[in-house]
């Protein structure tokens, strides 16, 4: 589905109000639980390359915003979730594997059981 460019704005505009609402909702809410940020991901990340393996695990998101992870709210702010990883000493090729790699091979994978059924 292709949006014109006033549908576009509208839908914006509606997550502007949307995301204004929430935030409004949720000083007023106690005890909370504290935010979930860029480390706290990555710290599940680790757990499942320590759990499975680095060619089982993937990263993916909602690009378009309002994720729930302090830091990355958005597409914009991808880079600070690489920024973590490399700061703890993943590679350039496990971080390949978790952006797309994996996804990618496991879907050449497939693709390849289906043809040959």
Not at 4 to 29: P, Q, S, W
Not at 42 to 48: A, G, K, L, S, T
């Amino acid at each position: 589905m292709v949006l014109t460019t006033e549908e576009k704005e509208e839908y914006y505009d509606f997550l502007g109000k949307m995301a204004a609402i929430r935030r409004g909702k949720i000083k007023n809410m106690n005890d909370l639980p504290p935010a979930v940020d860029v480390v706290d991901f990555v710290n599940h990340i680790d757990y499942m390359v320590n759990k499975i393996g680095i060619d089982h695990v993937g990263i993916s998101s909602d690009f378009d915003g309002g994720g729930g992870i302090e830091g990355w709210s958005d597409a914009s702010e991808t880079f600070n979730v690489t920024l973590e990883l490399v700061k703890r000493g993943y590679t350039e090729e496990q971080i390949e594997k978790l952006w797309s790699g994996n996804l990618l091979r496991v879907l050449d994978e497939v693709q390849k059981i289906a043809q040959d059924l």
